[in-house]
């Protein structure tokens, strides 16, 4: 009890991962990389992506890094979040995804 | 001209064409939003292809904020009249503008990505300066 109290404080020693497959049709181009990176900043987790469980990652808050990344429509985007807030920061870059960006 | 009441960093757009300039800052609004004060200037005084000192130091007026401002300029004289800009400005706020070494459009949209979040100035810059990494 005490020990799981503890390793929930302060930063989450093992990242929290999850997937979620690109609906929006342009994939994730200059308008959905700006969303994300502009909601990936509001939490102060590491907050990575990437196009395989294994990488290569990419710092989600960067917006010329994940507009690099080209990802397509279909794609399965997977991310890798450290830090404090990573649970709530996971949730919302995954809901925003899964949302297609506010797009079609 | 267009501007917003923030705390974040300011966005100047200055290209040879206003046609351009207002376009990027349309971009901007559109995949950015507004809550990063933003301006654009344009043109030689005559209304020709240029860009002009007064019009861009009243961009940086119109875009200023305590957080400082980043210029976004296109080709040669654009960027030498913009550093002309921020030596004419007073010395408190000459510390707090840059000019980026960033494609206009591309660095603008990327700029006021940074901004938005909140980011300084020096964090602003490197994110615009990027894309020639």
Known sequence: ?104 | MNSSNSGNVGIVIVSHSPKIAEGAADMVRQMVGSAVPLAWTGGDIDGGLGTNVAGILEAIETAWSPAGVAVLVDLGGAETNSEMAVEMLPEDRRARVVVCNAPVVEGAVIAATESSGGSPLAAVKRSAEEFYA
């Open chain 1, 1 to 104: 009890m005490h020990d799981a109290h503890a390793s929930r404080s302060g930063e989450t020693p093992v990242p929290l991962t999850a997937s979620a497959v690109l609906v929006n049709k342009v994939g994730l181009h200059a308008r959905p990389s700006v969303k994300l990176t502009q909601c990936a900043k509001g939490f102060s987790a590491r907050i990575e992506l990437a196009l395989a469980a294994d990488g290569p990652w990419t710092d989600a808050k960067s917006p010329v890094k994940v507009m690099r990344v080209k990802a397509p429509q279909g794609a399965t985007l997977h991310f890798r979040v450290t830090g404090p807030d990573s649970k709530a920061a996971l949730a919302a870059v995954l809901a925003l995804v899964h949302d297609g960006f506010g797009e079609a």
